[in-house]
T-cell receptor
Framework: ETGVTQTPRHLVMGMTNKKSLKCEQHLGHNAMYWYKQSAKKPLELMFVYNFKEQTENNSVPSRFSPECPNSSHLFLHLHTLQPEDSALYLC??????????????FGPGTRLTVT | QKEVEQNSGPLSVPEGAIASLNCTYSDRVSQSFFWYRQYSGKSPELIMSIYSNGDKEDGRFTAQLNKASQYVSLLIRDSQPSDSATYLCAVLQYAGGTSYGKLTFGQGTILTVHP
């Protein structure tokens, strides 16, 4: 595997379900990100983990719960979602050491539909 | 006022022409600037990064940055139908030390290259 991978690629869930999205990066980066992309809206940053520590929670509802066990893996746990949470969820990673350029590389995304 | 602003388009150019995509940003401390290409149903792909005033060329792509005017642009020479996509401008504010630096995206410009 190369780059940033995400599973599953597609997910349909009911409002009472619990599911998890998984992201793995093979780039040796130290920061990982969750973004939400809805139709007609700019990419929205949700969470940031830098060296496994959460450094940003962009006012995301508690029904979204991130987990970062190490610098290569990132999860997004989902529970009691709403239909408006249907979107493309993107994971990204970057290097953030001094002197790096903070270029973020994205995974293929998970297309989530909440019914 | 939007932090990163792009014309949503669509921008339509004939094959072989130069496509010009523009982006303005509001935060003067922004330090790094990126262009991503996103095909329909796919995730964003980093195509250009620029950090200092002036032009940066990579193949058919040229990024231009003017920090005094808070303006960044992307030129695509000899446009091809395969360049048809949404182009996202992203602006990074360096937060110092080992922190991640927040990346803010514009809403994207839809480019169509017609044969």
């Amino acid at each position: 595997e190369t780059g940033v991978t995400q599973t599953p690629r597609h997910l349909v869930m009911g409002m009472t379900n619990k599911k998890s999205l998984k992201c793995e990066q093979h780039l040796g980066h130290n920061a990982m990100y969750w973004y939400k992309q809805s139709a007609k809206k700019p990419l929205e940053l949700m969470f940031v983990y830098n060296f496994k520590e959460q450094t940003e929670n962009n006012s995301v509802p508690s029904r979204f719960s991130p987990e970062c066990p190490n610098s290569s893996h990132l999860f997004l746990h989902l529970h009691t979602l709403q239909p408006e949470d249907s979107a493309l969820y993107l994971c990204a990673s970057s290097q953030t050491n001094p002197g790096s350029y903070y270029e973020q590389y994205f995974g293929p995304g998970t297309r989530l539909t909440v019914t | 006022q939007k932090e990163v602003e792009q014309n949503s388009g669509p921008l339509s150019v004939p094959e072989g022409a130069i496509a010009s995509l523009n982006c303005t940003y509001s935060d003067r401390v922004s330090q790094s600037f990126f262009w991503y290409r996103q095909y329909s149903g796919k995730s964003p792909e980093l195509i250009m990064s620029i950090y200092s005033n002036g032009d940066k060329e990579d193949g058919r792509f040229t990024a231009q940055l003017n920090k005094a005017s808070q303006y960044v642009s992307l030129l695509i020479r000899d446009s091809q139908p395969s360049d048809s996509a949404t182009y996202l401008c992203a602006v990074l504010q360096y937060a110092g030390g080992t922190s991640y630096g927040k990346l803010t995206f514009g809403q994207g410009t839809i480019l169509t290259v017609h044969p």
